[in-house]
């Protein structure tokens, strides 16, 4: 029985019931909200009969299905409304003890429903049965996001799936679903819940197959460990359609996640890999050392040798020279994986460039020594190789550091350091001269953590004052791009602190204008001498 069988004129008392426990049931709401609705649309009936100014209102009894109509005026000390208003006198002399705040109900005949009345009644009952589906959607699924639902395909619009889950309808975008894929209706799928929202034509369900947790969700329904939470899935990563990478730990040392999943002969990973339309999938054991789990991550390719930069959040990987275009992959999709899965920036080195790169660095910090110190290629070449990377160290490490190079003395060690002191302090002259030459400040120069070097560099950008420096943003100042700073290796946080220092005497300024105008009423109302 539909919403339409409900007769023009004349309703059955009992048909009218028996529409609204078989909408509630097709429609999965409450038979009260249907009722509701239906006393509604008969209110909205009769309103159109007695006027639309009166309070007119229906009730539908609940076991005989009796429609009663009335008219309510309600009681007020001061009418602003004398069609829906009455005074407490008026009020008394129709029934005795009436009080502000209650209401006098007048019984009305009930109304025969012609066509107009009884289809517009229809469209209020169709209206808000959908307003209580759609609110009842949304109640049961706003809490179901992260699962993964199987349906069936309803429609096909523009490439995107309306998928019928049974007590709702779901949509699954183009852009959410695997690369050439395609679906037609009639046709089963299984999708992922990502998000579900009220939007103004109802609570939308949106699924998706191409998101990296319907992977995972799909694992944990066939790897009975990973659902009894013996293995867990610690990150995925994932080129739908293509390939994906997942990372997993076993809480228990007698099990191999990576065994556990793969399940025998393949069954298990072959199952995700059926319903991922062919996506080949790496399984990686996870570690807690980030070294140890990049390197698992760039499997299959080998690697010789990793240099770690937690500050950056940057690997610099080593793999031989026949290695490299399997640890990069097609279209640099073994690496780009790898970084998503591990979140760690990934650089690729052959041994050959690596090899080429260091000895560049160590020619190019041996010439700096050559230059500040005044020494021939031997020496400089001795304190690269013992670690001295800057002139700074040679000032300022202790003697013994230096005692502890083969073949230095305590004479050569001392003039060392006096002539990398000398060159530091001329240096220092030198730049403190060229930034006061560019315009750069006193204030703007009494920052900490701002190098004589940094105060050029930005005196050359155009900064120049406190308030240059406090208007830049933190990716202006250190941004590996284009930061004006980014040449010395800044964090953000050190960037930040440098930025909020230069934006202090904005918060000084602001206290002494508080305080000028604080004091400026105490002037005005003082007394003068004359009042003493």
Known sequence: MDIDAIPAAGYDRLELLQVADVVAREKSIEREEVLEAMEEAIQKAASSKYGQEHDVRAQIDRKTGDIRLARYLEVVNEVENEITQITVDQAQKRKPGAKAGDFLVDALPPIDFGRIAAQTAKQVIVQKVREAERLRQYAEYKDRISEVVNGIVKRVEFGNVTVDLGRAEAVLRRDEMIPRESFKPGDRVRAYIYDVREE?????????????????????????EIYDKIIEIKSVARDPGSRAKIAVLSNDSSIDPVGACVGMRGSRVQAVVGELQGEKIDIIQWSPDPATFIVNALAPAEVAKVVLDEEQNKIEVVVPDEQLSLAIGRRGQNVRLASQLTQWEIVILTEEEESVRRQEEFMSRSQVFMDALDVDDVLAHLLVTEGFSSVEEVAFVPASDLLDIEGFDEEIAEELR?????????????????????????????????????????GVAGIKELDDLADL??????????????????TEEQANTIIMAARAHWFDDEEVDEKVTVNDGADEAAPGPEMV
Do not use: C
């Open 473 to 490: 943003a933190t990716d202006e100042l250190v941004s590996s791009e284009d930061g004006v700073l980014r040449e010395f290796g800044l």
């Open 418 to 458: 006096n002539r990398a002191r000398v060159f530091l302090a001329e240096e220092e002259e030198r730049l403190t001269s060229e930034r006061s030459q560019l315009g750069v400040t006193d204030e703007l120069a009494a920052i900490e953590g701002l190098s004589p070097k940094m105060l050029v560099t930005l």
């Open 200 to 224: 103004l034509r109802g609570p939308q369900i949106f699924l998706s197959r191409s998101h990296p947790q319907f992977m995972a969700k799909l694992f944990g329904q066939e790897v009975p």
